[in-house]
């Protein structure tokens, strides 16, 4: 598409598109076709029908908009964010866009310039991935991530002139930004996993029941869907989890096997009134990112 779109006709006849998708396709059935298996073919209607196409046509999770108004407000969440999520370097996406803007006017063919094909074909794909993601209801700042590659491409085509005289005059601006970058997230992956696990209520009900689980329970969970509940647990459990309601929350818990269910804590007198006691409970409170808010969870479990 990139390729369509930028018109590069030249560049179109180094590229091995039949080959290509062929190898794609090869690479993808080595994990999908298992994947599809293992899952019953649960991992295309959940990876892609659920996650690709019902993201796309509605708001998941809290994040993005419920209303026509809130949506077209929105429309320009990734041209600011983009500023977070590419920081340091977005610092220069301003001179970039001054620089291109100039190199526009003055025409692709001015002197000093080259490379039009390669700065259109790498704006091309930065922006089918900006329009695509800004269309879509649900929106998450990393939703654009597959455009930074290009993004940081084309901002090292034009600001490595600029670095190539700094570096004669002893000074590298680049290079000092990235030495900061690599330490400072090299500090926050060591430093602030385990700092904010312990505000994550999927965490802490992992940790407390830790000794209870077993392989082949089944688990299952009630208005709290966040992701962390299958990193944790899966790591522990083989089964998937599965999404319940208040009614078939009971119903699952009834059935026989180990097996165990995660609610809000205020439903569990509700829905297990006189739970056996061979039965064992976890309760805890945290952060739920998704929402923003605080959220009361209670695990309850039955070993066989």
Known sequence: MTIILARDWQSARHFKFLGGTLLMLAVVALWGIPALVQTHGEFFAIGIGRHVVRRSLATMEGHGANSLGIYVLLLPFYFVTVFVSFFPWSIKLPWLIRRLWRNKEAGFGAPGYSGEMIDRYLLTGIGIIFVIFTLVSTKLPHYTLPAFPLLALLLARHWRWYEA?????????????????????????????????????????????????????????????????????????????????????????????????????SLVQTLFPNPPQAWRSFSTRGLNLAKGKQVDLTLVLKSE
């Open 165 to 265: 005289a700094a570096i004669r005059n002893g000074r590298s601006f680049f290079r000092s930004i990235a030495v900061a970058t690599a330490s400072l997230w090299i500090a926050i992956a060591v430093v602030v996993p385990p700092l904010v696990a312990q505000f994550f209520p999927a965490y802490q009900l992992f940790r407390e029941s830790h000794a209870d689980l077993q392989p082949n329970m089944q688990f299952a969970s009630v208005e709290f869907e966040e992701p962390s509940l299958v990193w944790y647990f899966r790591s522990r459990v083989q089964s998937f989890l599965t999404r319940l309601n208040e009614k078939s929350a009971v119903d699952f818990m009834s059935k026989p096997g180990p097996r165990f269910v995660i609610v809000p804590t």
